[in-house]
């Protein structure tokens, strides 16, 4: 089964500044998804951004983009120009491309972003 | 922009009542989901369903957990007789196709006392 791993419970980073946040996976597959969900207070889950294995280049969106690195099995999130808004946890997670797999998400156990004004 | 809604928004219950949560996926979605997440912890995966059946299910939905999609809108989750350790945020997911990325409804507090 697919591990997700995040081993930052809690991240602080100063308004404007730049975060990043780790996560690992273990799997033996070799098509697949990574997501990066955002869970502000509210608890609704948002998507910040999606990478395909298959894919070498790393996913952008906006001020969000990803470091993947498939042979180490790595997939940090990196935050630049924090802002208020960007205070969440954030979790990040795996889908199976393999349809015997299935296709439900795996997720790890969160990092909690704090922006400081 | 089309999104997951789920209702009701916080559900309080008795140990041993039954609940019914509901979603309405995105119009053009096939694939459905229910996820939990108990407070603190991570989204823990229940079921999938898809083609008017349960294509995966977890170890977490034991035989207390139905799903059903009555009509063409509608997507719910029964827990029969609940339990204090039911007590998480459930949400909802809907994928159009396996390409796809799964979109997320607001979630429903379930409280069981």
């Known amino acids: 089964a697919q591990t997700v791993t995040q081993s930052q419970p809690e991240m602080s980073v100063q308004e404007a500044e730049t975060v990043t946040l780790s996560c690992t996976y273990d799997?033996?597959?070799?098509?697949?998804?990574l997501f990066w969900y955002k869970q502000p207070p509210s608890r609704q889950m948002i998507l910040v951004i999606r990478?395909?294995?298959?894919?070498?280049q790393n996913a952008t969106e906006n001020r969000f983009s990803v470091n993947f690195q498939k042979a180490a099995k790595s997939f940090s999130l990196k935050i630049s120009d924090s802002q208020l808004g960007d205070a969440a946890m954030y979790f990040c997670?795996?889908?199976?491309?393999?349809?015997?797999?299935?296709?439900?998400?795996?997720f790890g156990g969160g990092t909690r972003v704090l922006v400081k004004p | 922009e089309p999104e997951v809604t789920q209702t009701p928004s916080h559900q309080v219950t008795q140990m041993g009542q039954e609940v019914i949560l509901r979603c309405v996926p995105i119009?053009?979605?096939?694939?459905f989901y229910w996820y939990r997440q108990i407070l603190g912890q991570k989204v823990e995966f229940l079921v999938s369903?898809?083609?008017?059946?349960?294509?995966?299910k977890s170890e977490i939905f034991d035989d207390q957990f139905s799903v059903e999609r009555p009509d063409g809108s509608n997507f719910t989750l029964k827990i029969r007789s609940t339990k204090l350790e039911d007590s998480a945020m459930y949400f909802c997911?809907?994928?159009?196709?396996?390409?796809?990325?799964?979109?997320f409804g607001p979630g429903t507090r379930l409280l069981v006392l």
């Open positions: 119009s053009n979605h096939l694939y």
């Open positions: 997911a809907s994928l159009r196709g396996l390409q796809e990325t799964q979109y």
């Open positions: 369903f898809y083609n008017n059946e349960i294509s995966e």
């Open positions: 799997t033996s597959e070799s098509d697949y998804y």
């Open positions: 997670a795996y889908r199976s491309n393999t349809k015997a797999a299935g296709n439900k998400l795996t």
């Open positions: 990478q395909e294995a298959y894919k070498q």
